[in-house]
């Protein structure tokens, strides 16, 4: 993803995921584990074997 610095300047990284399993992969919810950070989830849904971001 590279360095970031603090420079009070919003940043927007995107994740993306690939469904490796045969069934439907939800993806409901997503808990960063620091306060700084927020996370925005609109309950993606991914067939087997696609890509799709994540939040």
């Not at 603090?6 to 620091?34: G, Q, Y």
């Amino acid at each position: 993803m590279g360095t970031l610095i603090e420079d009070n300047a919003p940043v927007t990284c995107r994740f993306v995921c690939t469904d490796i399993s045969n069934r439907l992969l939800i993806i409901s919810r997503a808990m960063p584990t620091c306060s700084c950070v927020t996370t925005n989830v609109n309950d993606e849904k991914l067939l087997p074997g696609k890509n799709g971001p994540s939040p």
